[in-house]
């Protein structure tokens, strides 16, 4: 089992930077998949970025350039850094952890960070 913890939103204007942290308490996070996911009311949660064991990525096009997730396995720790901010990245973002690997359904969340983007 693995509990997470976010942190790192915030209140940032448009084209700005901003870097999220998951704090990820467990003994496997080195041997599991990543990623982060955000929602905003009346929608599904959407993945936003995603890390393998191999520190292969993957990104949809929505944020794609702009988006870059990594991840520390000796803190036990995933990132998201996020830079030329745009509204439409306003959401709630979650960090989750994958054990089935890329394109797996994720077993457990944190509670989410909000990020609004101010325009």
């Known amino acids: 089992q693995v509990q997470l913890v976010e942190s790192g939103g915030g209140l940032v204007q448009a084209g700005g930077p901003l870097r999220l942290s998951c704090a990820a308490s467990?003994?496997?996070?080195?041997?599991?998949?990543m990623a982060w996911y955000r929602q905003t009311p009346g929608k599904q949660r959407e993945l936003v970025a995603e890390?393998?064991?191999?520190?292969?990525?993957y990104y949809p096009d929505a944020v794609k350039g702009r988006f870059t997730i990594s991840r520390d396995n000796d803190k036990s720790t995933l990132f998201l850094q996020m830079s030329s901010l745009k509204s439409e990245d306003t959401a709630v973002y979650y960090c989750?952890?994958?054990?089935?690997?890329?394109?797996?359904?994720?077993?457990?969340w944190g509670q989410g960070t909000q990020v609004t983007v101010s325009s």
């Open positions: 989750a952890s994958q054990p089935g690997g890329a394109n797996s359904d994720p077993d457990y």
């Open positions: 467990g003994s496997i996070f080195r041997v599991i998949a």
């Open positions: 890390i393998g064991t191999d520190e292969t990525t």
